[in-house]
């Protein structure tokens, strides 16, 4: 028994062209379901390539060009030869993989890059998989679309009918179409730039401040984006003595509860509903972020709920004179003056 003689045991066959992609097929095998393969080199710019791994499909990342050649950005002579040079010797007849040289980067050593619809039907290549370059199959023509022996739109439409089609007007997501290989049919990705700071792709003050705006820095004159006397007193002012009695403005119950008291509810075990990450870690836990080793300022990270990115808070008796601490506010830690 089989999917094709009994499939009410061993259920159905797993037929090309029905927009699932399964574990037996592949790009190469059935790129009606499973989309086209990747090739850099064939002029599209798809699925995981991007402006570092292929630029001749891509282009330049941003940046590229401007006469230096910036490794910390990821610019080698593979992705920005106009900064980095050329990688190896390109032109010598040897393709230097260790230099970066391949089809894509150098085709006068390593040759031109093989895709389908190159004119050439290559070793990977076959009838079911490329008809463009291959040819159709043997059957393609009867009328009747034969999914168990290998017929689908993409290699005999004759008999399956078109596949979908980057431009159309339709996203077809099981044809591999999204806004990075069919921008007509899906719409544009966001980029930075675009004049939308986009969350959900990643977007922020500290990787596009072109789209969201500059981050607060200490110094700007501006108390904001986390920022609070006792990490940044230049643009928020010194801060309260923790432990003198007085619960001052820049003083609050998370990180002065000798002055302020304990927060409500803070420390009964309980997240409550005024509790936060940020006003009671020890009962809601820490926020998400802290612990990477990276005080983040716009992110609201401080000593006082993320002791383990940003240290200990200061305060008036632990043996050092810190910032907003003197000889006439903290006798202890400063000395007399």
């Known amino acids: 028994e089989a999917c094709d003689t009994c499939p009410a045991d061993c259920g159905a066959c797993e037929v090309c062209g029905d927009g699932s992609c399964t574990t037996s097929e592949a790009c190469d095998t059935c790129p009606a379901d499973c989309g086209a393969c990747e090739v850099c080199g064939d002029a599209a710019c ?7 791994s292929c630029p001749v499909d891509c282009g330049f990342c941003g940046g590229c060009g401007d ?31 260790g230099n970066f040289e391949n089809c894509g980067s150098c085709p006068a050593d390593c040759g031109s890059c093989m895709f389908c619809g190159d004119g050439t039907c290559d070793g990977s290549e076959a009838c079911n998989s490329c008809p463009a370059d291959c040819g159709v199959c043997a059957g393609c023509g009867d009328g009747t679309c034969d999914g168990p022996g290998g017929e689908n739109c993409a290699n005999c439409a004759a008999d399956c009918g078109a596949c979908a089609v980057c431009g159309d007007g339709t996203c077809t997501a099981a044809a591999g179409e999204n806004c990075a290989t ?9 980029f930075c730039g675009d004049g939308s700071c986009d969350n959900s792709f990643g977007e922020n003050c500290e990787i596009c401040a072109a789209d969201c705006g500059a981050c607060p820095t200490c110094g700007d004159g501006s108390c904001s984006g986390g920022e609070m006397c006792f990490n940044c007193p230049q643009d928020c002012g010194g801060c309260g003595v923790c432990g003198d009695g007085t619960c001052e403005a820049t003083e609050f119950c998370s990180i002065c509860p000798a002055d302020c008291g304990p927060c409500e509810g803070c420390g009964d075990g309980l997240c409550g509903p005024v509790d936060s990450c940020f006003s009671c870690p020890g009962d809601c836990g820490p926020c998400p972020g802290c612990g990477d080793g990276t005080c983040s300022m716009p992110a609201g990270e401080n000593c006082g709920n993320c002791a383990a990115d940003c240290g200990a808070c200061a305060m008036c008796g632990d043996g050092t004179c810190d910032i907003g601490e003197a000889c006439d506010t903290c006798v202890p830690d400063c000395g007399t003056c």
Do not use: R
């Open 46 to 52: 798809t699925g995981a390539e991007s402006c570092f």
């Open 182 to 190: 069919c921008a007509s049919d899906c719409g544009a990705c966001p």
């Open 67 to 97: 006469g230096t050649c910036d490794g910390p950005a990821g610019e080698n002579c593979f992705n920005c030869w106009n900064d980095c040079g050329l990688c190896g010797a390109c032109g010598d007849g040897t393709c230097d993989t």
